[in-house]
């Protein structure tokens, strides 16, 4: 079992940049492949990156590659995701989650949800 929280949502212009965390509870973080996820208001849930047990891979849609960049830190057991150009239709709601098997771009595939922060990007 594990706890998720993120944070670090808000407002900011087109242009800027926003950094979430994602603080994980319990002893086992290195066990799971960490993810995040937006929906925006009438649309699926859409995956966004995702970042390997070990640190070692990491994978991004393409419609954030180069922009976004997802990280680990094991000590504090906190994912990361960098938001650095972000544009109005990266507003949403932007969720972490943990997967305890291979790394997936899938939502269904994992475990553990934390409440969501809210993203809003104005033009």
């Known amino acids: 079992q594990v706890q998720l929280v993120e944070s670090g949502g808000g407002l900011v212009q087109a242009g800027g940049s926003l950094r979430l965390s994602c603080a994980a509870s319990g002893r086992t973080f290195s066990t799971y492949t960490m993810g995040w996820f937006r929906q925006a208001p009438g649309k699926e849930r859409e995956f966004v990156a995702r970042?390997?047990?070990?640190?070692?891979?990491?994978y991004a849609v393409d419609s954030v590659k180069g922009r976004f960049t997802i990280s680990r830190d094991y000590a504090k057991n906190t994912v990361y995701l960098q938001m650095n150009s972000l544009k109005p239709e990266d507003t949403a709601i932007y969720y972490c989650?943990?997967?305890?098997?291979?790394?997936?771009?899938?939502?269904?595939?994992?475990?553990?949800w934390g409440q969501g922060t809210q993203v809003t990007v104005s033009s």
């Open positions: 970042i390997s047990k070990s640190g070692a891979t990491t």
């Open positions: 989650a943990a997967d305890q098997g291979p790394s997936s771009s899938r939502w269904f595939e994992y475990d553990y």
